[in-house]
């Protein structure tokens, strides 16, 4: 017998958002790959809004909207920004097309004034995940 989410999904889509968007997911950081799990998380939550958005609950639209205002922000970790850029990429064309792709110059320069600023090695890691993410949504293989 399946389990119907509707009535779970204010509950697990933070918890998928928060395991692509924390600043720290292991203790470990370069030893453990948690870019995978922030992947996996970008991946599990559009499979969630593609299978549960209706006219009525509007998934879609607010988990667009929220990561988008989380693209803006300036303070956050580069692990965090690139939880949020994948998750963006993962909810399809039309999003890369409307909110990624009118921001990607932002997004490297973000990217690269916070290294230039950072000694933190994961840093280097990031941004490397991030231009790696956002080359590919620009130019496809």
């Not at 949020?84 to 890369?96: D, F, H, N, S, Y």
Request: proline residues 4%; charged residues 20%.
């Amino acid at each position: 017998k399946a389990i119907r989410l509707e009535k779970f999904l204010h509950d697990i889509i933070p918890a998928v958002i928060s395991c692509m968007v924390c600043t720290q997911i292991c203790a470990r950081p370069l030893e453990l790959d948690h870019w995978t799990v922030r992947g996996n998380a970008a991946r599990i939550l559009s499979a969630l809004v593609r299978a549960h958005n209706m006219g009525t609950n509007q998934i879609q639209s607010r988990v667009t909207r929220m990561l988008h205002h989380a693209l803006d922000k300036h303070n956050s970790s580069l692990v965090s920004y690139f939880g949020v850029l994948a998750g963006l990429c993962e909810l399809g064309p039309l999003t890369i097309n409307s909110i990624v792709l009118p921001e990607i110059r932002s997004i490297y320069r973000r990217v690269e004034l916070k290294c230039a600023t950072s000694q933190d090695p994961i840093d280097r890691h990031a941004k490397d995940r991030i231009r790696g993410a956002a080359g590919q949504e620009v130019c496809p293989r």
